[in-house]
């Protein structure tokens, strides 16, 4: 089992910038990949980023390519996403997830292990 916990949300002007951290504890030496996942209210969860945990390759989402940033600290075990240029549009109920598999990164599907979610609210 492998245990999650996000931090680092709030409300943030257009523009601005955020920065989330999820530290993950228990078995984490059978995560292959971690990853973050969005939710708007009425909308369906979808992948924002993700991090191979052993070779630090990364994946994004075309709507936040250039935007958001994720990284690693393996000593920490935490993997972190740092929002900039933000808009509207990227409010969301931010997820942080981990795989011990290497099926689809943008499926929720493919995550064995879900934290609880941090409110990422951007006015305008």
């Known amino acids: 089992q492998v245990q999650l916990v996000e931090s680092g949300g709030g409300l943030v002007q257009a523009g601005g910038s955020l920065s989330l951290s999820c530290a993950a504890s228990?078995?984490?030496?059978?995560?292959?990949?971690m990853g973050w996942f969005r939710q708007a209210p009425g909308k369906e969860r979808e992948f924002v980023a993700r991090i191979r945990w052993g070779s630090g390759i990364t994946d994004y989402a075309d709507s936040v390519k250039g935007r958001f940033t994720i990284s690693r600290d393996n000593a920490k075990n935490t993997v972190y996403l740092q929002l900039t240029s933000l808009k509207p549009g990227d409010t969301a109920v931010y997820y942080c997830?981990?795989?011990?598999?290497?099926?689809?990164?943008?499926?929720?599907?493919?995550?064995?292990?879900w934290g609880q979610g941090t409110q990422v609210t951007v006015s305008s």
């Open positions: 997830a981990a795989t011990s598999n290497g099926g689809p990164y943008y499926l929720p599907s493919t995550y064995n292990y």
């Open positions: 228990g078995h984490t030496f059978s995560m292959y990949a």
